[in-house]
């Protein structure tokens, strides 16, 4: 329980119109660990409590709409002044929810277009005379997590591959040992960037 108390002390993350998919990922993440999600993803009605109610169903009842109610609330602090004034009069936390996804997610074909905006400067990376293998690694998967953010999978051995093609020659020695030494088909990003790091 004060694990439970100490994380809802931490602020949720703001969304203000840039970077709807990560914002969404982490506000995802965010109302799971409060046990908000299912009153956002199900919008579930609450239903009213009948005559003569069980304790049992009073119980129910009022841990429904608490979680309804802080599932609101916590989706109206998480979103900058402008969307709250767009939001402010929708009822329900699925509405609430969906509304940044409509306005700023774009559709499937402007989705479509960042995709391959991504992968074409994907393709056209190449490691830097004075960068480290982390720093190429790292900017690789900057954008790889991009292009998984709006719904396209990319496996880590296109990226295996990607810097096996793109490495300088100063790397070429390691390369040799992990050929003779590993099937590179089947070698890990993590394996791969801990061989050419050494």
């Known amino acids: 329980m004060e694990a439970e108390t100490n994380f ?10 840039e970077n709807y998919q990560l914002w969404a990922l982490r506000m995802e993440a965010y109302l799971e660990a409060l046990d908000l999600w299912e009153a956002v993803e199900e919008d579930y009605e609450v239903i009213p409590l009948p005559n003569n ?11 429904k709409k608490t979680r309804k109610s802080k599932a609101k609330a916590t989706l109206f602090v998480a979103v900058s002044t402008t969307i709250f004034k767009r939001i402010m009069t929708l009822k329900t936390t699925k509405e609430i929810w969906d509304y940044p996804k409509e ?6 074909r402007i989705r479509g277009m ?8 994907f393709e056209l990376q190449k ?6 293998i982390k720093e190429y690694s790292d ?5 790889v997590n991009k292009v998984r953010l709006l719904g396209t999978k990319i496996d880590d051995s ?4 990607k810097i096996l093609v793109t490495v300088p020659e100063r790397y070429e020695a390691s390369i040799t040992t992990l050929e003779n030494t590993k099937d590179l088909s089947m070698i890990t990003l993590v394996e791969l960037l ?5």
Do not use: C, W
């Open 114 to 121: 960042q995709v391959l905006n991504l992968i074409r400067g």
């Open 127 to 132: 490691m830097k005379k004075a960068e480290t």
């Open 158 to 161: 296109r990226i295996v591959e």
């Open 53 to 63: 109610p069980s304790v049992t169903q009073i119980k129910s009842h009022k841990e």
């Open 194 to 198: 801990n061989a050419l790091q050494a």
């Open 8 to 17: 809802s002390q931490i602020a949720p993350p703001v969304f203000d119109r």
């Open 139 to 143: 900017r690789l998967l900057s954008i």
């Open 103 to 108: 306005e700023y997610a774009g559709d499937e």
